[in-house]
């Protein structure tokens, strides 16, 4: 008879791992969207809408959704968001859930939604696990060369923006790419350090979103390999750990010498924040909570399947996150 403490431990563990190799999400994913894919690249220039396109980075062919808004005017520059889609996902379906393309035509802004690699599709968050051998850092800078050569882009205003395995891509390029990322978005992301630690030549802002209720990334972090067993913890002994969302937000806070004591702000219904003020270089720290939310993007579209959870209205992420990125430009911009 198996005693009932097993399946404390064995039945969240189950639920992580099958989210996170895609058994699961994909479907929820992928039917959200069957329109526009990166298997559809065009040439010449830019128009507004929805077009893909292919660059080459590291010899590898990669591809990317770009949205140009009604309002594209290629005399003036223009900010961008550079959005990455979660695990198992793909840039249409991104696009769909997030409607960064709503408020790109009402604020005149460039989208861009990068495609991962492998299958399923994912983003290389997790260097030290061997989760990808590709340069997605490297990726990313490529398409921000690429995207100042084809677009007129406002340097000084480039923003990276992610959802779970996405969202963690985006917390690397922070460490990483910070001479050239002027503000970051996060949502419900599994963060880990980057191997050699997260080390950015500047302050970065930061704004990230996290629900109580998500059963794939857990706002408490994890750190499921220790009931995994002995012959196995070895080959998994970083694939599933990642730091509670207060804790890395905390972190951030401190890397950008911010008064350590938060600001609460005003609730939102369900939604809680806190802000990290008084920042080097002006760059704050806002994170907010979503009580009984899930894994979802807040005020998104409505994903299905009970593991996804609750999508919270009380709050629109893209929305809050666009107001913070207008207000943290790239001072000194190459």
């Not at 039917?31 to 590898?60: K, M, W, Y």
């Amino acid at each position: 008879m198996i005693k009932k403490c097993c399946f404390v431990i064995i039945i969240p563990i189950a639920i992580s791992i099958i989210c996170l190799l895609g058994i699961l999400i994909p479907l929820s994913f992928r039917a959200l969207s069957s329109e526009r894919t990166c298997q559809e690249p065009v040439d010449g220039f830019p128009q507004p809408g929805t077009t893909a396109h292919i660059i080459t980075s590291n010899g590898l062919k990669r591809c990317y959704l770009l949205y140009l808004p009604t309002g594209y005017d290629p005399s003036k520059p223009v900010p961008v968001v550079i959005s990455f889609h979660g695990f198992a996902s793909i840039p249409s379906g991104h696009a769909a859930i997030t409607r960064w393309n709503a408020v790109a035509d009402s604020e005149n802004f460039v989208v861009v939604y990068p495609q991962g690699t492998g299958f399923p599709l994912r983003w290389n968050s997790f260097p030290s696990a061997s989760w990808s051998s590709v340069d997605d850092i490297a990726f990313t800078r490529d398409l921000i060369i690429e995207l100042e050569d084809s677009l007129t882009v406002d340097k000084s205003r480039i923003y990276i923006s992610g959802f779970s395995n996405g969202g963690a891509m985006a917390h690397n390029l922070a460490c990483e790419l910070s001479n050239s990322i002027a503000a970051v978005g996060i949502i419900a992301a599994p963060v880990t350090e980057p191997s050699g630690g997260c080390h950015p030549s500047r302050p970065v802002p930061v704004i990230a979103f996290h629900g109580t209720d998500d059963l794939i990334v857990n706002y408490y972090g994890a750190n499921l390999n220790y009931s995994l067993g002995n012959a196995r913890k070895n080959s998994l002994s970083n694939s599933f750990l990642y730091l509670p969302a207060s804790k890395w937000i905390e972190r951030w806070s401190q890397r950008n010498r911010c008064d350590p004591v938060p600001e609460h702000l005003p609730p939102l219904g369900h939604v809680i924040g806190i802000r990290y003020k008084d920042c080097a270089d002006s760059a704050e720290v806002i994170f907010y909570t979503i009580l009984g939310a899930g894994h979802t993007w807040p005020g998104g579209r409505t994903l299905p399947g009970w593991l996804v959870g609750e999508t919270s209205a009380e709050i629109d992420a893209s929305a809050e996150m666009w107001a913070f990125f207008n207000n943290h430009p790239l001072n000194n911009a190459p």
